[in-house]
């Protein structure tokens, strides 16, 4: 992208107005008078507009659950040519039948540089998954490298909601609701089937993105901890309405994802030219440098789930379709307890990645677990700390210890995560990962009678 368009995005992206909480009911209009009074659907809409409903949850669900946003647009959505298969490029969707899950611990550096030209969309690519995209069931994890902003086209993914990590320079989520500014150390969401174009605020930009097939993340039920700790509602922030009005711009190719497979068509507008909406099914961004981490003040690491930001709802209560959860600043003060994570096998899958710094149960540097990396211990594989941090938090002196070099995160997931072939032939793969363990030496010995 150029540095005039680079300037173009950030000026864009300057002041932003949000409106905040998570699961509101928002509403927003950028021309006085665009939201209708008292109705959704009038005989005639305000100024000529068309009102539309998006549904992101059956009509029939739950009040608690139900999500839906009306649309006050300067088109309906209908109004579009055919869509014909495009190619996928290095995006692929569950079900993963070119491979089996596999049990070994596996650990990537970062994506290398992309190629000139190469944006959001194109920059995807596919490490792994689990479930089914038809059944709406499972999540995928892909990791995104781009140079370049979104030009003349938007993207939607009919299969699943998308929470976008940014590691690396900033980007603008232009929206059919409006803009989103995310950094990072920011998370974005954009809802299934939410229409939205991806500018970089810097020349280039790299990340991790969630692909959540099943039910909408919600923020996590708090239980015994009360009514207030981990990721606050407030702190959600939605977009206010901004639309496009390009009759005169020329086309715009609108990418759909439609059960595994990329879709195209060109359009003589915007697909963005929603000018008023309401609802609660809205994209919407949040600091995770704001979340309340909880943890032990007496002794014992609490276990990763404390630490969660939103969860994927399953059938089974408490266990998510995907969880996402992150290791932000925090105190450690725990008396006699090992600090960093324990050792364990988990029946869960998760994946882990950093934004910044270094993680506090491994080690950082060349051919160590470094942002923009991402390691995969599926269910009931062994991990932990590494050789390295276990003997220095075996014997450290017990002070209280401020972590807050590092900013990490995980999806975790109720299914296995099946790598793709890119992902298990990657340059990028450490092949030596499991010689982090290595060296953990025997200290049992037995009494003497």
């Known amino acids: 992208m150029s540095g005039t368009g680079n300037e173009q995005a950030r000026k864009a992206a300057e002041g932003l107005a949000y409106s905040a909480g998570f699961g509101n009911e928002h509403s927003s209009e950028a021309v006085p008078g665009a939201l209708p009074e008292g109705r959704n659907s009038p005989q005639r809409a305000p100024l000529g507009l068309y009102a539309e409903q998006l549904s992101g949850t059956a009509f029939t669900e739950p009040r608690h659950s139900n999500r839906r946003s009306w649309l006050y647009r300067i088109r309906p959505s209908a109004a579009h040519p055919p869509f014909t298969r495009t190619g996928n490029g290095h995006l ?3 079900p ?3 491979a089996v899950p596999d049990p070994n611990r596996l650990r990537w550096d970062p994506l290398p540089e992309p190629a000139e ?4 969309l194109a920059g995807l690519w596919t490490l792994g998954g689990n479930g089914d995209v038809t059944q709406r069931a499972g999540m995928a994890v892909h990791l995104y490298a781009a140079n370049a902003s979104m030009t003349d086209r938007v993207f939607s993914d009919s299969d699943g909601e998308l929470l976008i990590v940014p590691e690396r ?3 603008l989520l232009r929206t059919e609701f409006g803009l989103l500014r995310a950094e990072p150390g920011h998370v974005a969401l954009i809802p299934r089937g939410v229409r939205f174009r991806v500018e970089l605020l810097d020349a280039g930009a790299r990340g991790y993105v969630c692909e ?9 039920d708090l239980g015994p901890i009360g009514a207030n700790g981990l990721a606050n509602a407030r702190d959600f922030l939605a977009p206010v309405a901004a639309y496009e009005d390009s009759d005169d711009a020329g086309p715009v190719e609108v990418v759909n994802k439609f059960c595994g497979n990329l879709w195209t068509a060109t359009y003589d507008h915007s697909p963005l030219d929603v000018v008023a909406w309401h609802g609660n099914l809205v994209p919407y961004v949040y600091d995770l440098r704001r979340f309340n981490v909880l943890g032990s003040i007496s002794y014992d690491h609490p276990d990763p789930s404390i630490f969660t930001v939103l969860t994927s709802p399953s059938d089974t209560p408490g266990l998510a379709g995907v969880d996402f959860v ?3 600043p925090r105190w450690l003060v725990g008396e006699d307890t090992f600090r960093p994570p324990y050792f364990h096998r988990n029946v869960m899958s998760e994946y882990m990645g950093l934004i910044e710094g270094a993680y506090d149960a491994k080690a950082a540097g060349k051919g160590g677990f470094v942002p923009g990396g991402g390691s995969l211990h599926n269910m009931m594989s062994a991990h932990g700390p590494d050789r390295d941090t276990f003997d220095k938090a075996s014997t450290a002196e017990l002070k209280p210890q401020k972590v807050d070099d590092g900013l990490a995160f995980m999806f975790e997931t109720r299914w296995p995560v099946t790598a793709t072939e890119q992902a298990r032939t990657a340059g990028h793969l450490q092949t030596r990962y499991d010689d982090v363990w290595q060296g953990l030496e025997r200290h049992f010995r037995q009494p003497r009678p």
């Open 92 to 94: 692929a969707s569950a």
């Open 96 to 98: 993963f039948a070119d």
């Open 117 to 120: 030209g190469t944006d959001f």
């Open 169 to 171: 320079g900033g980007l």
């Open 212 to 220: 959540n097939y099943g039910q909408p993340f919600v923020l996590p």
């Open 326 to 328: 992150v290791f932000a």
